[in-house]
């Protein structure tokens, strides 16, 4: 079965400072993979999707990007922080078996001070 | 452009009361109506996909049904562990990725 794993579990960074958040799928090959942002009490925002090792696409233009160096490890980045960055990030996985469906990890999150 | 819209956005029911969740949607061209549960500060939990109206699953106390416009989460004698927000979200036919648009939510608290 599919395992997902983000790494940090929380974060607390202070404006400006760089960001690297990382999500690692077990159990599947050539996924497609999502991050979501959430803001408290909201819903979830889509900020960026892979279909493979180096495709990118960005839903959302901000100071945020994302890179895909192996077929299961999706990270998300910030050279700069905003404060309008904190919120509760997601990754997701779709499977194999199930390529319609996303499955979300434990979220990383993030307090910008 | 896609839409979805959950009601009512907080519900509050005593052990047993049951009651449903609503989910509008708006898309041109439906691949599938997925139905999480997300307990507070943690990832959404996968429950149901729905890929045509008149379609209808269960598990546990939990019943998804689909129409055309809309789909319903049947919460039957809820118990306190029900507690939780239920995600809609609606996948188009031709988007890229196979993203899907999420709903805002609905709060469920079930009190004992």
């Known amino acids: 079965s599919q395992t997902i794993h983000q790494w940090p579990a929380t974060l607390v960074q202070p404006v400006g400072s760089p960001l690297s958040l990382e999500c690692t799928v077990e159990?599947?090959?050539?996924?497609?993979l999502y991050w979501y942002r959430q803001a408290a009490g909201r819903g979830l925002q889509l900020l960026f999707y892979s279909v493979g090792i180096g495709q990118i696409s960005s839903e959302v233009p901000q100071n945020l990007s994302a890179s895909r160096p192996q077929d299961r490890q999706f990270i998300l980045s910030s050279k700069k922080l905003l404060l309008s960055d904190s919120g509760f990030y997601l990754c997701?996985?779709?499977?194999?078996?199930?390529?319609?469906?996303?499955?979300f990890g434990p979220g990383t999150r993030l307090t910008v001070l | 452009e896609d839409q979805v819209t959950q009601s009512p956005e907080a519900l509050r029911l005593q052990e047993g009361e049951s009651s449903s969740l609503n989910c509008s949607y708006t898309v041109s061209g439906l691949r599938g109506l997925f139905w999480y549960r997300q307990d507070p500060g943690k990832g959404p939990e996968f429950l149901f996909t729905l890929y045509s109206a008149g379609e209808e699953k269960e598990k546990e106390r939990l019943k998804a049904t689909l129409t055309k416009k809309e789909s319903f989460l049947h919460i039957t004698a809820p118990k306190p562990e029900d507690s939780a927000t239920y995600l809609c979200?609606?996948?188009?036919?031709?988007?890229?990725?196979?993203?899907?648009?999420f709903g805002g939510g609905t709060r469920v608290l079930v009190k004992p």
């Open positions: 159990g599947t090959s050539n996924p497609n």
């Open positions: 997701a996985s779709t499977t194999s078996t199930a390529s319609d469906t996303q499955y």
């Open positions: 979200a609606v996948g188009h036919l031709k988007a890229a990725g196979n993203k899907l648009t």
